[in-house]
Nanobody, 121 residues
Framework: VQLQASGGGLVQAGDSLRLSCAAS????????MGWFRQAPGKEREFVAS????????VYADSAKGRFTISRDNAKNTVYLQMNSPKPEDTAVYYC???????????????WGKGTQVTVSS
């Protein structure tokens, strides 16, 4: 499974941004998918994950109420809608695929390359 994240960029605090992650490969649609992020000098941390059906989601406390994860299985794509981002959300965002629930950065089967998100105050 190959994962390609996109949609990062520079955004002002309070605006919105949507990240996308396209999965390819014969079994791409069979996995749960998730988002992690890593800020400079910090460990990679969990943000949100979604089951392969889209029926179950899990969020980090920092993401609850502001971020929404969703997926379009017809496109093998997962999204992270970031509303009201804050400067502390600045990080490289990575998408991941594995079995649900995805929460532990140490136990991920597939990683995509990251996309930089910078939130200015």
């Amino acid at each position: 499974v190959q994962l390609q994240a996109s949609g990062g960029g520079l955004v002002q605090a309070g605006d919105s941004l949507r990240l996308s992650c396209a999965a390819s490969g014969r079994t791409a649609g069979a996995y749960a998918m998730g988002w992690f992020r890593q800020a400079p000098g910090k460990e990679r941390e969990f943000v949100a994950s979604i089951s392969w059906s889209g029926g179950s989601t899990v969020y980090a406390d920092s993401a609850k109420g502001r971020f929404t994860i969703s997926r379009d299985n017809a496109k093998n794509t997962v999204y992270l809608q970031m509303n009201s981002p804050k400067p502390e959300d600045t990080a490289v965002y990575y998408c991941a695929a594995d079995t649900f629930p995805i929460r532990n950065a140490q136990r991920i089967k597939y990683w995509g390359k990251g996309t930089q998100v910078t939130v200015s105050s």
